[in-house]
């Protein structure tokens, strides 16, 4: 069954540290993937997709995701976390053969120290 | 403007009562979801409708019927509402069912007393 994976239910980084958030799927499909921002009591915002093309995708807030197939994976990278940054990242994914269902993971809670 | 809007955005009734959540989006989409969302912020698809089609139902008990009046609605109606069903409930919208992303409305927390 297809299944989307999201290593660590909590991360904490102080201010201007790396953020690096996990995300791995299990399917010999390639899907396509998107990571998703929820803030308090807010619904979930889109941060980035990836589709085909380039595998290093770009998003809103200075965040990107690199999609590496050989690993299954789509992980979530900021340079320099901000204060703003601290929400609940969901990963996501569809497959061309279904695209009416998306799949979601169980969500990563950002902290961000000061 | 609003893309994707849900009313109530609160909602708190008392073990077997019926209930709506109104949804409308103004996207000119295609496509439209309802999602569950647990304490443990699990979210998992309920329903989906194209073109107010129903396309995807998952194992959702029958007391939960969503309706589609028109492509730009998608109610949900909850009948013998059960404590087990307090969650927030998501009502999201794409552009068509070809891997588009999909747009989320605000959220409607249910509480079931």
């Known amino acids: 069954a297809q299944s989307v994976t999201q290593l660590g239910s909590h991360v904490s980084v102080s201010e201007g540290a790396l953020v690096l958030l996990r995300c791995n799927y299990s399917?010999?499909?390639?899907?396509?993937l998107f990571w998703y921002v929820q803030y308090p009591n807010q619904g979930l915002q889109l941060l980035l997709k990836y589709t085909t093309g380039a595998t290093l995708v770009k998003g809103i807030n200075g965040f990107e995701a690199e999609f590496k197939k050989s690993e299954t994976s789509f992980h979530l990278t900021k340079p320099s976390a901000h204060m703003s940054d601290a929400a609940e990242y969901f990963c996501?994914?569809?497959?061309?053969?279904?695209?009416?269902?998306?799949?979601f993971g169980s969500g990563t809670k950002l902290n961000v120290k000061p | 403007d609003t893309a994707v809007s849900q009313t109530p955005k609160y909602l708190v009734t008392q073990m077997g009562n019926d209930k709506s959540i109104k949804c409308e989006q103004n996207?000119?989409?295609?496509?439209m979801y309802w999602y569950k969302q647990d304490s443990k912020k699990f979210l998992k698809i309920m329903f989906s409708?194209?073109?107010?089609?129903?396309?995807i139902n998952e194992t959702v008990p029958n007391r939960f019927s969503p309706k589609s009046p028109d492509k730009a609605h998608l109610n949900l109606h909850i009948n013998s509402l059960e404590l087990g069903d307090s969650a927030v409930y998501f009502c999201a919208s794409s552009q068509d069912s070809g891997g588009n992303e999909q747009f989320f409305g605000p959220g409607t927390r249910l509480t079931v007393l």
């Open positions: 409708y194209n073109n107010k089609e129903l396309i």
């Open positions: 996207l000119g989409h295609d496509t």
């Open positions: 996501a994914v569809t497959y061309p053969y279904n695209f009416n269902k998306f799949y």
């Open positions: 399917s010999s499909v390639p899907p396509y």
